[in-house]
């Protein structure tokens, strides 16, 4: 795992084949090379914080998301990834008018069954590192 700041991804393969967001260079690999070496042979996806612990996880042989130590089970057959990374530049202010600020990189992380759909969010607060996670409404 490189050494870029703030969270990154990790997936797990089924023929123990590991892709990261980053290589040993720092070089970005894009998330299109997950969905190339095939969807349905995923059985981990995770996001890491910057010392290289689980923020969030997807484990899709159980149907189960991890955040920190709570582990929420996805109920249904048939578990697919979801998986978004989202930039946000700025926010408005009290008069509607948006403020410059340093933009903040969200990451969503889900499991969608033939029944059910969980995602959980994390990103860094503004200016801090403290990390912020929440389910998301999709």
Known sequence: MGNIAGFQWKAYFNDDVVIEQFDEDDNEVLFKEVIDKGEDSITVFKVLDSSGKDALKADLRKSTLT?????????????????????VRGVRGADGAIMTTPSIIKHH?????????????????????????????E
């Open 67 to 87: 955040e920190g130590k709570k582990v929420t089970k996805v109920k249904g057959k048939n578990p697919q990834l979801i998986y978004r990374r989202r930039v």
């Open 109 to 137: 992380v889900g499991i969608k069954t033939d029944s059910e759909t969980k995602v959980l969010e994390v990103y860094l607060e503004r200016n801090t590192d403290k990390k912020k996670t929440k389910a998301f409404k």
